[in-house]
């Protein structure tokens, strides 16, 4: 497995596109597949935020991105790890963390002190990774955990 920027890669924005709005539309309501591969495109300009990580062997299996804003209501916070996804046949085999670990070293050697998520679920995942929950709120009818990283 490897892990590269979308930038080398730009031909898997559809899929990681059409992965990211079955897996949740629900926490961007109004949001259409058209919608969020235009959003995409964004990912592939120079700038290290927004960037999309993908991990690819023989088929692409999963993405993590680190972007500016990822809570609308919560400007206060940046920038986020958000996007983490593995694709079903490929998950529990560790990929999910060398995503993640992948952007907050990322996220380290540009000069971040802090990463932000917001998750519905994965609160323990995360917490097992060194994050700790900043808050419990709603979130687009949805209760989810706002959690940081810190460098230390």
């Given at each position: 497995?490897?892990?590269?920027?979308?930038?080398?890669?730009?031909?898997?924005?559809e899929t990681l596109?059409?992965?990211?709005?079955?897996?949740?539309?629900?926490?961007?309501?109004?949001?259409?597949?058209?919608?969020?591969?235009?959003?995409?495109?964004?990912?592939?300009?120079?700038?290290?935020?927004?960037?999309?990580?993908?991990?690819?062997?023989?088929?692409?299996?999963?993405?993590?991105?680190?972007?500016?804003?990822?809570?609308?209501?919560?400007?206060?916070?940046?920038?986020?790890?958000?996007?983490?996804?593995?694709?079903?046949?490929?998950?529990?085999?560790?990929?999910?963390?060398?995503?993640?670990?992948?952007?907050?070293?990322?996220?380290?050697?540009?000069?971040?002190?802090?990463?932000?998520?917001?998750?519905?679920?994965?609160?323990?995942?995360?917490?097992?990774?060194?994050?700790?929950?900043?808050?419990?709120?709603?979130?687009?009818?949805?209760?989810?955990?706002?959690?940081?990283?810190?460098?230390?």
């Amino acid at each position: 497995m490897q892990i590269c920027n979308l930038k080398e890669v730009p031909q898997h924005i559809e899929t990681l596109a059409s992965w990211h709005q079955q897996e949740w539309h629900h926490l961007n309501p109004g949001q259409t597949l058209a919608m969020r591969i235009q959003k995409m495109q964004k990912y592939l300009n120079k700038d290290f935020v927004p960037s999309t990580f993908v991990a690819l062997d023989k088929n692409i299996m999963g993405s993590a991105a680190i972007v500016d804003q990822d809570m609308d209501e919560r400007s206060e916070f940046s920038p986020w790890l958000a996007s983490v996804y593995v694709e079903p046949a490929y998950r529990c085999k560790g990929i999910g963390t060398a995503l993640v670990n992948h952007v907050v070293e990322q996220a380290k050697l540009k000069g971040y002190r802090e990463l932000f998520l917001y998750t519905p679920d994965k609160d323990k995942f995360y917490q097992q990774r060194g994050w700790h929950c900043l808050e419990r709120t709603a979130y687009h009818g949805h209760d989810v955990s706002i959690m940081v990283y810190h460098y230390s």
